[in-house]
């Protein structure tokens, strides 16, 4: 009788031999990362690892009258050289017509931000103000993107949904960003809960507009999909999968195209986790923790997540991306919540940015950064790990990674036959040392970079690492970015 380890062996390569037999996998000269395990055959004595992102200066706050204390529901988006930062203003705890408003700040670099004054429309008393949208029921949650279809008309350029609970999401349009108009009386999803910030794209990849929105499910909040061609009529909703680990309560789900790697959706949902406290009455009282919603009794982190589309979610790590940290009014209900969109703020930096401190006066939104590509590694020890991709093809002449090693470390790519045979020219030996800290290198072996006789056909790729990081790969034409 065979032990299960052999058992578990057996089970592994029939699981390989399977994926084999669907083909290569074609990433073209796609930039591919390593949040999920689409291009990972093999992990030896290496690993991956979650990077979190630094903490930087708080940006924003939610100073005026008609923003305040449970101001939210944050998306970033980047039109041009100018960066828009979109969220709901709520100075009183009641979700009604006359509290909640939608503003808008602006910046050029991502950390100085203004407030223009637009004059649209009137709030607590004054016209004076940054509301692009009042008096409707899309305020609670409105969600802008700017609208990618080619086939859009130019005066819908930006969309969003918006709304709550039934009758269902509303469907607004703009030609600038600033001045909203609602499609139609009739809401354009309606089975769903809506209760959150609800993400609407166009992709490209799909073809299709996609929304990612809140459900409850088994008593949990969890997240759901449907897709249109035309944004107003969607398809049947379908539930995310549990993706093998257990249901947690994702309040917001902030999965959007990422900026460098469209086809790779990745998300930044709050997971809330409801009667779990950590502050005690003496330090409630003290900090000035906020009586609504039991805020005292709760807390929240920030995970990473991704998908390719369809059904799937890749929880990677259930471990926290971004913490609570220090401060203790992030350690109560609703207090860490990331804006929907991540954004390239340098050529060696991205810039996201997360809500902190609901519901006190000192609320605020704080930017974090990370390099580009940054949120996983694949990670080899000072002792030596391998990393072995599944079969791919690929468009392009020369191999690109982002990577990062000690002085000590350094990396080398073997590119193999199907079979696992190295091919002439570009065996391990080949491979001259990849040693220091790149966001697009190319690699070379002794007969050079130029890889593009073997564009097209079935390769594997082998990564020997040692004190490195591997944040992505792509291929392209000499070397281009």
């Known amino acids: 009788m065979l032990s299960p380890r052999p058992l578990v062996a057996v089970a592994a390569v029939l699981i390989a031999a399977v994926a084999e037999a669907a083909g290569p996998i074609e990433i073209g000269s796609r930039r591919e990362l390593f949040v999920d395990d689409h291009l990972i055959g093999r992990l030896d004595k290496a690993r991956l690892v979650l990077h979190a992102p630094q903490p930087r200066e708080v940006v924003l706050k939610f100073d005026q009258p008609w923003e305040g204390l449970y101001s939210g529901y944050e998306t970033i988006l980047r039109d041009g050289d100018v960066l828009r930062f979109y969220y709901r203003g709520m100075p009183e705890a009641r979700h009604t017509l006359d509290v909640e408003v939608t503003c808008v700040a602006e910046s050029r670099d991502g950390i100085h931000w203004t407030k223009p004054k637009l004059g649209l429309y009137e709030a607590r008393g004054t016209k004076e103000n940054n509301v692009v949208l009042a008096r409707s029921r899309g305020c609670h949650n409105l969600a802008p993107f700017i609208d990618t279809n080619p086939a859009a008309p130019r005066e819908q350029?930006?969309?969003?949904?918006?709304?709550?609970?039934?009758?269902?999401?509303?469907?607004?349009?703009?030609?600038?960003?600033?001045r909203w108009q609602q499609m139609q009386d009739q809401p354009v999803i309606t089975k769903g809960a809506f209760d959150s910030q609800n993400n609407a794209f166009w992709s490209e990849g799909?073809?299709?507009?996609?929304?990612?929105?809140?459900?409850?499910?088994?008593?949990?909040?969890?997240?759901?999909r449907t897709t249109s061609k035309d944004f107003v009529s969607w398809d049947e909703p379908v539930d995310l999968e549990l993706d093998g680990k257990p249901r947690q309560h994702l309040y917001t789900n902030q999965i959007h195209p990422y900026v460098r790697a469209p086809h790779i959706y990745l998300g930044l949902p709050t997971r809330f986790l409801p009667g779990r406290r950590v502050v005690t009455e003496d330090e409630a009282k003290r900090i000035g923790t906020p009586a609504q919603w039991n805020y005292a009794n709760d807390c929240t982190d920030i995970l990473l997540v991704s998908t390719r589309g369809g059904a799937e979610l890749n929880r990677t790590f259930l471990e926290a991306f971004i913490r609570p940290g220090l401060d203790l009014r992030n350690w109560t209900s609703r207090a860490n919540y990331a804006a929907q969109g991540i954004v390239?703020?340098?050529e060696s930096e991205l810039s996201l940015y997360v809500k902190h401190n609901a519901g006190y006066p000192t609320i605020h939104v704080r930017r974090y950064t990370m390099r580009p590509d940054g949120f996983v590694s694949v990670y080899g020890p000072y002792s030596g790990g391998e990393m072995v991709t599944k079969v791919l093809t690929f468009s392009g002449?020369?191999?690109?990674?982002?990577?990062?090693?000690?002085?000590?470390?350094?990396?080398q790519v073997e590119v193999q036959a199907p079979d696992g045979k190295p091919i002439p020219g570009f065996a391990l030996a080949d491979c001259p040392e990849v040693i220091g800290d790149r966001i697009d290198s190319s690699?070379?072996?002794?007969?050079?970079?130029?890889?593009g006789r073997l564009a097209g056909k079935p390769v594997?790729?082998?990564?020997?690492?040692?004190?490195a990081d591997l944040y992505s790969l792509r291929f392209s034409e000499d070397g281009a970015r």
């Open 460 to 467: 594997r790729l082998r990564f020997v690492l040692r004190d």
């Open 443 to 451: 690699v070379t072996w002794r007969a050079g970079a130029d890889v």
């Open 397 to 411: 002449s020369r191999l690109l990674l982002n990577y990062s090693t000690s002085a000590a470390g350094g990396l």
């Open 344 to 346: 390239q703020t340098g």
């Open 157 to 178: 350029r930006y969309k969003a949904l918006g709304g709550t609970g039934k009758p269902g999401l509303l469907a607004f349009v703009s030609p600038d960003g600033l």
């Open 206 to 224: 799909e073809k299709r507009y996609v929304c990612y929105f809140r459900v409850f499910r088994q008593g949990k909040r969890w997240i759901a």
